[in-house]
């Protein structure tokens, strides 16, 4: 079956730490960029960052760059997020998405369930 | 940045009737523009990527059109299990950016 599994996530204080895994199965994870997204609570979505299929290449919105950092290791199928230096406005629902094509563009073909991360004293 | 800019925020439709959503783009993006539908609770799911194209299993009962900054998005005949948030997104500028989205709810 085709499906991303994310995991790592709960209630963290400012400034603190947090890494979101994600598991891949059901296709050949290294052919495919991958990307986190989220969605604070009741708002809409926002792309967080994104990264090659080979890992060679990653890409940050502003709002997280310097703070979180993507990562792969396509031995595991997995996908990560290291997130340093949370704030309040980082609570959200991340969700890991598989890119549809490299070639074709950026969009999201399979979404995963999603993990809660809460940043609060 | 991109601004994508959906309308109307909220449409109130019955069952069998057409939905139109409108997305706007700040900027042209071409034909990389997506749409996604989500349910509350769930993650969002593909419903068109290049503007116009299917995703795989989505009824034909959706359709896409547009291109440069104006975009639609066609529900023909309601189903229940339409009721939703759609999301468009357009992928030709870093970061692809999301509209704001809009509810479809049962009139």
């Known amino acids: 079956e085709v499906q991303l599994l994310e995991s790592g996530g709960g209630l963290v204080q400012p400034g603190g730490s947090l890494r979101l895994s994600c598991a891949a199965s059901?296709?050949?994870?290294?052919?495919?960029?991958m990307s986190w997204v989220r969605q604070a609570p009741g708002k809409g979505l926002e792309w967080v960052s994104a990264?090659?299929?080979?890992?060679?290449?990653?890409y940050y919105a502003d709002s997280v760059k310097g703070r979180f950092t993507i990562s792969r290791d396509n031995s595991k199928n997995t996908l990560y997020l290291q997130m340093n230096s949370l704030r309040a406005e980082d609570t959200a629902v991340y969700y890991c998405?598989?890119?549809?094509?490299?070639?074709?563009?950026?969009?999201?073909?399979?979404w995963g369930r999603g993990t809660l991360v809460t940043v609060s004293s | 940045e991109i601004v994508m800019t959906q309308s109307p925020a909220t449409l109130s439709v019955s069952p069998g009737e057409r939905a139109t959503v409108s997305c706007r783009a700040s900027?042209?993006?071409?034909?990389?523009l997506a749409w996604y539908q989500q349910k509350p609770g769930q993650a969002p799911r593909l419903l068109i990527y290049g503007a116009s194209t299917r995703a795989t299993g989505i009824p034909a009962r959706f359709s896409g059109s547009g291109s440069g900054t104006e975009f639609t998005l066609t529900i023909s005949s309601l189903q229940s299990e339409d009721f939703a948030v759609y999301y468009c997104q357009q992928y030709n500028n870093w970061p692809g950016t999301f509209g704001q989205g809009t509810k479809v709810e049962i009139k």
């Open positions: 998405a598989k890119v549809g094509s490299e070639t074709l563009g950026w969009y999201f073909d399979l």
């Open positions: 900027q042209s993006v071409s034909s990389n």
């Open positions: 990264i090659s299929g080979s890992g060679g290449s990653t």
């Open positions: 059901g296709f050949t994870f290294s052919s495919y960029a």
